[in-house]
């Protein structure tokens, strides 16, 4: 194939196709898309830290690229995802591309080395996570799909699972942790059982998988060390502790932001602790923290709408989830709607070590809860509707509390 940007091209042929196409577009009733107000203020703030206040300006551009890129993919989950069946279509291709990339990383990688990226997720840490962050769909869509679904799925876990193992990947371990805790939380009844007996064949087929390898890592977690063939493995005191602290320093200095990258412009500097080990490279270390990060970059403000953006985002998903019932296919919003809270609150997690705020699928799963509520809101507004006039809201309908009684 020729080297084309082919994702570039991708998105101009979509938009292309939108602006030919609009009129074919169903319309949702009751749409709300505020969530992307988040997104706008970031936009405008990183543009404004990049002009002003970067102590980088080439990197800091190449960021504001990426946000900007970000926000365009956000916007056409929300605006072209409109059907369960579209919407179902998406997260299927998303299965099946993390299957595929357990298939090559069986096939072809090594230990933390799979030669694997995904979108805004590159190396080893980064592209774990990525497929971490996807095992709720794999669960959700094994428990509901059909026979041939649930084939599918049993024959692409080993590979997906393994994929993990062999990167070794402590936050990805802590946030598959973190996924089956917030499991038990956000389901109930039958539903909360059928997922703890989905979850313990899950841990059954991956402690299979594992190796001591694998454990001695997954030790230093919480500051053990292990034997592997008789040899001790010295795990030294975590770096980034001396990031974070790195991190808070600049903020100090630079409450506004530093720009895109500007961490690792001034990593040198803030971290002397490991300035010596990281001396004649051409830039330093990332704090290897989301939130951190994020701040350090684009400013106080700029974390602020950050996580005004997530916490909107989880707000819609639970929204999604608690409607459920008044629409004709409730296990449908129910089971998707608790995927996504799994998956974007298990890459949070997994985030406290590591940097996501550039990784796609975190916008996907943001998008994806804009676009299933919307969803939800014109099937419900479809089967309540009693006059012909059309609510701004939700809120124009009597919605009772109490499922049982819907």
Known sequence: MPDIRWSFFIVLLILISIVINRNK???LIGADYNPLIWLALMLVNVYFVN?????NPHASATKLGDWFKQIV??????????????YRWVI??????????????????SHRNTGLSAPGATGGNPIANHVMTTLPFF??????????????????APFVLNLIILEDSRSAFVGILTIAFVALIVTSGKTRVKFI????LGAILFFNLTNQQFWNRMNTIFGFTGETEGTIVEEKPDNRVFLWKGAIRVLGDYP????GSGFNTLMMEYVPELASRYAGEESGRTVHNTILNVATEWGIQGLIIYLGFLIHSLIVMMRTKKYAHLTKNPSFYY???IALQMGLIGNIVAGLTHNHQYMEIVFWLCGFAVALRNMQINEIAENSLVDQTVPDTLEHYVIPENPQTA
């Open 92 to 109: 299927w291709v998303i299965i099946l591309c993390v299957g595929n990339f357990g298939k090559y990383a069986f096939q072809e990688g």
């Open 73 to 86: 993919y956000y916007c056409l989950i929300i605006y072209l995802i409109r059907s369960p069946k579209e």
């Open 197 to 200: 007996l989905a979850m313990a």
């Open 335 to 337: 089971l998707n709607s």
């Open 256 to 259: 506004a932001g530093t720009g």
């Open 139 to 156: 669960g959700v869509y094994f428990l509901s799909g059909n026979k041939w679904q649930k084939m599918i799925i049993v024959l692409l």
């Open 25 to 27: 577009i169903p319309q």
């Open 51 to 55: 002009q002003f206040l970067a102590v």
